[in-house]
């Protein structure tokens, strides 16, 4: 097959990459810079730019888009001179590929996440609950990312993750690593709670996904059960040998962010399993492995 990635100077597309030469793919990656580090065919592209998604899409006439590229950073989507930005690339950007997909009989995954929800209660959220209520600017904008490409294609994945952390990229483990190192304690919230996705292990079931034709919504983190970050950062810790004290507070006493977070982030992610899909492996043991891959 041959696969299309964008946005692969970030942790889940540089993984993606990875998992289709692997698999011997025809691997076309894409993104904003004029050049990356992996030896992969790549395109310069601004998939804000309808024309050059148009252009770029046809040249290359991929089998299947796996769409990575977004934009991620929560607080600053909430300043009014972004908002433009931020829908356009998380709006537009996949109603331009879904456009181009529709034409060339393309399949495509869409990447979203735990926060088109509003974040209450404690059950895990269904992949096909309609049930939206986005709790800020980013949230709302990968919202109507999802429907752009839903709304469009027949031939599409959207596939929902959490606390994602990959090997090429800043996420939250190198934070509290860095912060664990510098301090003798640290203070993390204890009532936001979920499971964490590692992005190698992701990688894995996008490119199943891709062979496949079991269309649909799917909710993708790791196993190995729902967490606060507080029990995330003991645990991650616990495993790269720090004694650094590690304090549980909640969000209200921790201090407000800019944009509103989620308190319950449990993704059901059963259908995976019920479609022939192997689930992601258990956090604990992908925080074990990812340890080592950053030493």
């Keep these: ?138 949230g709302q904008s990968k919202l109507d990312g999802e429907l752009a490409v839903a709304n469009t294609l027949e031939k599409y994945f959207i596939v929902r993750i959490a606390w994602v952390f990959g090997v090429n990229g800043n996420n939250f483990i190198k934070t509290m690593l860095n912060v664990g190192k510098k301090y003798p304690e640290v203070r993390v919230v204890n009532d936001q709670i979920g499971t964490p996705t590692y992005t190698f292990d992701l990688a894995r079931l996008l490119v199943d996904m891709a062979e496949s034709d079991k269309y649909g919504y799917y909710h993708a983190t790791n196993e190995g059960g729902y967490i606060s970050w507080y029990e995330f950062t003991c645990e991650i810790f616990r495993q790269a040998g720090y004694d650094t004290k590690v304090t549980p507070v909640t969000t209200a006493e921790y201090g407000l962010s800019k944009a509103a977070r989620p308190f319950n982030s449990r993704l059901d992610k059963s259908k995976l399993a019920e479609n022939g899909f192997e689930p992601l492996p258990a956090w604990q043991d992908a925080v074990a492995r990812y340890l080592k891959e950053i030493k």
Excluded at 10 to 36: C, M, T, W
Excluded at 42 to 62: G, S
Excluded at 105 to 113: A, G, H, L, P, Y
């Design 1 to 138: 097959m041959k696969i299309f990635v964008t946005g692969i100077g970030g942790q889940l597309g540089y993984d993606v990459i990875n998992e289709l030469k692997k698999r011997g793919h025809e691997a076309v990656g894409s993104d904003i810079f004029d050049s990356v580090e992996q030896h992969v065919e790549y395109r310069k592209l601004d998939i804000t730019d309808k024309e050059a998604v148009e252009k770029t899409l046809t040249e290359v006439r991929p089998d299947a888009v796996i769409h990575c590229a977004a934009w991620t950073a929560v607080d600053a989507a909430e300043d009014e001179e972004n908002l433009p930005k931020v829908r356009a690339i998380n709006v537009d950007g996949p109603q331009n590929l879904a456009n181009v997909c529709k034409k060339l009989d393309c399949k495509m995954i869409q990447i979203s996440t735990d926060y088109v929800f509003d974040g209450q209660g404690e059950t895990p959220w269904q992949p096909d609950c309609k049930d939206y209520a986005p709790l800020n600017v980013y």
